[in-house]
């Protein structure tokens, strides 16, 4: 098992372009959640997913962020129109179900707006 | 509103001196916490939860709801005890961390 997969590891974009991040969870998990580190803070909850529905997302920002997870396929973050505050790093985290405690973490990917 | 406080950015101890790093938390709710840890080069991933009570690697944590307070500590660090430590805070049930900002230890000879 391989773990919880991200990629890119990272990623560049122009202010205005759009960022897509991926995250595979590990094998047998079906839920999902998505956390952003800003500089010198904490990791942030933005999205808890499972398969093909949205359960959380009271920690996404309102406008150009959006969340999923395809019944086949990766989870995709997609952050449209960046601007350079959504420099950070972005990671997911996956477990088998809503009762299992532990959250299993991607290496994260770091994006950088320039 | 939700917060964990680690008010220590990096904590330096030599080898075999004891180890207590402090986490903070406000919450209205009843607080579920944990601290997690990262290794040089390494995943974020869960050091040991407060309803488990148990010790991990040589760390504890206790639970004290009058000083909101859920410090990690072990008796005698070991080099190997060098990591980013976060402490979490859950308040969705299991699916929502809350996490501070993190304390580096440093374990040095």
């Known amino acids: 098992n391989a773990g919880v997969m991200q990629n890119p590891r990272h990623l560049v974009r122009r202010r205005g372009q759009e960022a897509r991040l991926r995250c595979s969870p590990m094998?047998?998990?079906?839920?999902v959640y998505w956390y952003r580190q800003l500089p010198e803070e904490g990791l942030k909850f933005m999205v808890y997913?499972?398969?093909?529905?949205?359960?959380?997302e009271s920690g996404m920002p309102k406008e150009r962020f959006s969340a999923e997870f395809p019944k086949e396929g990766p989870s995709i973050l997609r952050i449209q129109q960046v601007v350079r505050g959504d420099s950070a790093a972005y990671f997911c985290?996956?477990?088998?179900?809503?009762?299992?405690?532990?959250?299993?973490f991607g290496p994260g990917t770091r994006l950088t707006v320039t | 509103a939700q917060r964990v406080t680690q008010p220590e950015k990096l904590l330096s101890v030599f080898k075999g001196a004891p180890v207590e790093l402090k986490c903070n938390y406000s919450?209205?709710?009843?607080?579920?916490l944990f601290w997690y840890v990262q290794y040089s080069r390494q995943r974020l991933q869960l050091l040991l939860r407060h309803i488990s009570r148990e010790s991990i690697k040589g760390f504890t944590a206790d639970l004290n709801k009058g000083e909101t307070s859920f410090h990690l500590k072990k008796p005698f660090a070991q080099e190997e005890d060098s990591a980013m430590y976060y402490c979490a805070l859950d308040t969705g049930g299991g699916n929502k961390l809350t996490f501070g900002t993190g304390t580096q230890l440093k374990v040095e000879l």
């Open positions: 919450y209205s709710g009843s607080p579920e």
């Open positions: 094998k047998g998990h079906s839920h």
């Open positions: 985290a996956s477990s088998p179900n809503r009762e299992f405690y532990e959250q299993y």
């Open positions: 997913l499972q398969k093909e529905n949205i359960i959380d």
